[in-house]
T-cell receptor
Framework: NAGVTQTPKFQVLKTGQSMTLQCAQDMNHEYMSWYRQDPGMGLRLIHYSVGAGITDQGEVPNGYNVSRSTTEDFPLRLLSAAPSQTSVYFC???????????FGSGTRLTVV | AQSVTQLGSHVSVSEGALVLLRCNYS??????LFWYVQYPNQGLQLLLK??????LVKGINGFEAEFKKSETSFHLTKPSAHMSDAAEYFC????????????FGKGTRLHILP
């Protein structure tokens, strides 16, 4: 089925560990983005990309890295996990200018 | 800079009653406006969007929203609530440029009372 696939769905990390959240889409969408969702805070933009080789920072980029080597994939890297990064992470994609985001089902991350 | 404010983090309505979820936006450029819905343990899905043209926008599941520039509002309504409407609703704003990012509000959780 076409859509946005996020892996893993759940993850527990220890403080200081690093990991990569995977996001892949098969709709040939140029625009991809990462959000984190926290209770009472809504969705906050971490990083986004308007095409392969191009990334930019969103509202809350500190502690996260991204790269976009292909149109399909947009991984999010946590360099040194902190309890403040406990959250639900969503990846989304769209065609340029369309702004009809397709969201993945999310990754629930707990940092202990 | 762009932002949205959703009034009320929780709203409760009786089944069959009018649903009204409030959203006010701030934008230095003509905005595009959106409502997304999130059902439990799922990602967000688009309900409706305003870009240009008609200010009353109809979406899925009987929802509609009206863009009022003079009030900087984009409130979401549905004439008759259904139990299946229980979810969290997010208002969002972006600019009109091709690569403008979308900024989401904090969300309103809608509860439907039997």
């Amino acid at each position: 089925n076409a859509g946005v696939t996020q892996t893993p769905k759940f993850q527990v990390l220890k403080t200081g560990q690093s990991m990569t959240l995977q996001c892949a889409q098969d709709m040939n969408h140029e625009y991809m983005s990462w959000y984190r969702q926290d209770p009472g805070m809504g969705l906050r933009l971490i990083h986004y990309s308007v095409g392969a080789g191009i990334t930019d920072q969103g509202e809350v980029p500190n502690g996260y890295n991204v790269s976009r080597s292909t149109t399909e994939d947009f991984p999010l890297r946590l360099l040194s996990a902190a309890p403040s990064q406990t959250s639900v992470y969503f990846c989304a994609s769209s065609r340029p200018g369309q702004r009809r985001y397709t969201f993945g089902s999310g990754t629930r991350l707990t940092v202990v | 800079a762009q932002s949205v404010t959703q009034l009320g983090s929780h709203v409760s309505v009786s089944e069959g009653a009018l649903v009204l979820l409030r959203c006010n936006y701030s934008s230095s450029v003509p905005p595009y406006l959106f409502w997304y819905v999130q059902y439990p343990n799922q990602g967000l899905q688009l309900l409706l969007k305003y870009t240009t043209g008609a200010t009353l926008v109809k979406g899925i599941n009987g929802f509609e929203a009206e863009f009022k520039k003079s009030e900087t509002s984009f409130h979401l309504t549905k004439p008759s609530a259904h139990m299946s409407d229980a979810a969290e609703y997010f208002c969002a704003v972006s600019g009109m440029n091709r690569d403008d990012k979308i900024i989401f509000g904090k969300g309103t959780r809608l509860h439907i009372l039997p």
